[in-house]
Every structure is written in structure tokens, then in C-alpha cells.
């Protein structure tokens, strides 16, 4: 069972106001569940949108954010947990670290960044952790698509192709994490 979930996300709003609404709806779900929140602790864009709409509704946030960030003060300062490390290396790990799976919402090369290295590590057996994309009006589309070209090319196998999840809505970004995370404690690949 997920307990600690890493939303990758934009520290800008992004032009739709409904990335906003999204994730607040996301950080609803996570915490009617139990699910606590790990993320870059910004407190700008989307990631303070998250980090305070979580917080709002009772569930615990753990920030991991390098220290020059903290120094340009865009800390989030009500996080339960804030973890300063070195660096963006160091934070993506510390992240993966604290969390059970990831998901990313709307977001720039960061988000990306984030995503592609968290499935990276996968491949390389550095963790087993399932990760979804939560596609907000068809924000991700274009990205799946994309991955199918790669997987079709031969750079990606179709079972590694199939780890990058796509889900619609926070309920099932967070059933398809949940149900992906049970087959990779049985051993299976998911």
C-alpha cells in the first residue's frame, strides 16, 4: 500500500487554471487514503498549490529542496518535514527515498526530469517503485504517444513501455499506482 506519494509538478501554474484545480482533487484523494505527500518543497506553482491543498486537508508533507532554493526563499514553510540537501541529485534520490511511488502532473524539463530519472533507476534495478502520469486535459498525450514511437523503434521494450502508467483522474492514478506497487511486492513485474 502507498503511503508516501512523490508528485513531480511545475513550480509555475501552467495556462489552464484547471492543472490547480487537479491537483488540489489530487491531494484530496491522497489524503482520504492515508496517503502523505513528497515533493520538491517549493512553495510556488503547482507544487504549492499541492503542498498546501494537502495540507488543508490534514495529511503530512515532506519537502526535499536544495539549499540554494531555500536561500532565494521559495521554501514552503508549513511543510511537516523540510529537507534541505546539496543539490538536485541528492534530491531526486532523498525523494525516492521517502516515497512508495511517484506521479507527475503538469510541469517543465524539472517534471521531466524527474519522471525519466525515476524510471531510469527503475531500469536499472535501483528501486521498484511504480510511477503513473495524471494526464490533465490531454497534458501527457503527446508524451505517451511519443514513448509508444520510442518502444515501436526498439529502444524501449513493450514490458518497460508498460511501466509508465496514464491515468485520468487522481482516483486512478492513484488505483493503478496502488494495484502496480502490489505486483512488485509479489515479485512480478508490473
Avoid at 531500469?123 to 490533465?136: E, I, S
Amino acid at each position: 500500500m502507498i503511503r508516501r506519494l512523490a508528485v513531480y509538478c511545475g513550480s509555475a501554474m501552467g495556462a489552464d487554471p484547471v492543472f490547480a484545480e487537479v491537483a488540489r482533487e489530487l491531494a484530496a484523494e491522497m489524503t482520504a487514503r492515508g496517503i502523505d505527500l513528497v515533493y520538491g518543497g517549493g512553495r510556488l506553482g503547482l507544487m504549492g498549490v499541492m503542498a498546501d491543498a494537502v495540507l488543508e486537508c490534514g495529511g503530512r508533507v515532506y519537502g526535499v529542496i536544495p539549499a540554494a532554493l531555500v536561500d532565494k526563499e521559495v521554501a514552503h514553510p508549513g511543510c511537516t518535514e523540510l529537507h534541505q540537501v546539496a543539490g538536485m541529485h541528492e534530491r531526486k534520490a532523498r525523494m525516492t527515498e521517502l516515497c512508495d511511488a511517484f506521479v507527475a502532473l503538469p510541469g517543465g524539463i524539472g517534471t521531466l526530469d524527474e519522471l525519466f530519472e525515476a524510471w531510469t533507476w527503475n531500469a536499472l534495478g535501483y528501486h521498484a517503485k511504480p510511477f503513473c502520469l495524471l494526464d490533465v486535459n490531454g497534458f501527457w498525450s503527446g508524451l505517451d504517444r511519443f514513448m509508444d514511437h520510442v518502444s515501436a523503434s526498439g529502444f524501449l521494450s513493450p514490458a518497460r513501455r508498460e511501466q509508465l502508467l496514464l491515468a485520468h483522474s487522481p482516483s486512478e492514478a492513484l488505483d493503478r499506482l496502488d494495484a502496480a506497487a502490489a505486483r512488485a511486492t509479489q515479485g512480478m513485474v508490473w
